[in-house]
């Protein structure tokens, strides 16, 4: 078997094994997570104006369900009902960190290309590629402040298509950093 095969067979095998004996939840780490969770969703409320109502009903569903999990006595299923809470939560809050952290990155690739020192020659190929990532980022902006999602799937069919054409606008955009990047 080829060394690095089987160092990635080791590898998988320590995962599996720290997956399986370590990572049962604590109340505090749930904690920490609702309150990160709390903080997100007014973020994701003011971002996303036209979310407010799902995210509001997700909180509220979470609120409930971590409320009666405070109130268990045995740590070990407190976390997990607390767990169970977080995941309410995470339900619309996960696919909108997506959709933060995407936006996020295709603006990173741009500052770099803004930031790269090239010739004169390629200044026109820069400047289409950052208004071409400018035009994808609001164009995703445009279809969620035109989202009036009412359900989770709704916000979810709304979120999908938005995910995608970030994913989309990072690659194009990685592309024509790396065409306008001095060779080496």
């Not at 409930?64 to 268990?72: C, I, L, M, P, T």
């Not at 933060?100 to 004169?120: F, P, T």
């Not at 400047?127 to 989770?152: E, F, H, M, R, Y």
Request: glycine fraction near 4%; include cysteine.
């Amino acid at each position: 078997m080829h060394p690095t095969v089987s160092a990635r067979i080791i590898a998988l095998g320590v995962f599996v094994w720290l997956g399986l004996t370590g990572c049962s939840p604590s109340a505090g780490n749930e904690l920490k997570h609702w309150e990160n969770n709390q903080k997100a969703a007014a973020e994701f409320k003011a971002a996303y104006p036209s979310f407010a109502a799902v995210i509001d009903e997700r909180m509220g569903a979470a609120r409930k369900a971590f409320d009666a999990a405070s109130k268990e006595t045995d740590e070990a299923k407190k976390a997990e009902q607390m767990k169970a809470a977080n995941g309410i939560a995470g339900e619309i809050l996960n696919p909108l960190n997506e959709v933060k952290y995407k936006s996020e990155a295709v603006r990173s690739v741009v500052d770099k290309m803004a930031g790269l020192k090239i010739e004169k020659s390629s200044a026109s190929r820069r400047s289409d590629a950052i208004a071409a990532a400018q035009a994808d980022l609001d164009k995703v902006k445009a279809a969620l402040a035109a989202a009036k999602p009412t359900t989770v799937a709704e916000a979810e069919a709304a979120l999908r298509p938005q995910i995608s054409a970030l994913i989309q606008a990072k690659g194009a955009a990685d592309r024509a950093l790396t065409a306008l990047s001095p060779k080496k």
